[in-house]
């Protein structure tokens, strides 16, 4: 049925085939790049995680990007659960501040956040920071943190994208392995 030889023509059209559809799902993966940078948190003051001693009346985040409120954008929750923030987070390009009622519970105060980046993608995060000292309200310390551990982007599609280039490979090369077989019978 087959040439002597033609076997090993097959396995070398086939090699071919794989290593087209992997350079064509890395191309995808690899143009899309772009695309996929969202806004994030970069700052929070009082930072996350730190323990203040005076009580701060506001947090102020800063992202990378300007950003748009949505409704509650930023909620502040102290350690007994009760809501502490005043009034509407304000905008102004990549900042958001939210003013704070006196804070009179030491503990662990959580901030939790939603705001809209230009691109139309929500930003959302929790963090949060400890009183330790009396609780009286005065200007809190501005203090950068990392926040990648907490803060979290939705929408992101690498994840995604890099399964399904794995799976176009696994198929074509099942199909290679498949139709190399069968040019040897």
Do not use: C
Request: charged fraction near 10%; proline fraction near 5%.
């Amino acid at each position: 049925m087959f040439r002597r030889g033609s076997g090993a023509l097959l396995l070398v059209r086939m090699v071919t085939l794989v290593a087209m559809v992997i350079m064509v799902a890395m191309s995808a993966v690899v143009s899309a790049a772009p695309a996929l940078a969202h806004t994030s948190l970069v700052s929070m003051a009082p930072a996350n995680g730190l323990a203040v001693l005076s009580a701060p009346t506001q947090v102020v985040l800063t992202f990378d990007e300007a950003v748009e409120q949505v409704g509650d954008g930023v909620v502040v929750t102290a350690p007994s659960g009760a809501r502490v923030e005043s009034g509407k987070p304000v905008v102004s390009g990549a900042q958001v501040s939210q003013q704070l009622r006196s804070l009179s519970e030491t503990g662990h105060y959580t901030v939790v956040y939603r705001v809209v980046a230009d691109d139309g993608h929500p930003v959302t995060g929790t963090l949060g920071f400890d009183l330790t000292g009396a609780a009286t309200s005065a200007p809190a310390p501005e203090v950068s943190s990392s926040l990648a551990a907490e803060s979290s982007e939705s929408g992101s599609p690498i994840g995604p994208m890099i399964v399904g280039a794995l799976v176009l490979l696994s198929l074509a090369a099942v199909a290679a392995l498949v139709t190399w077989r069968r040019g040897r019978t």
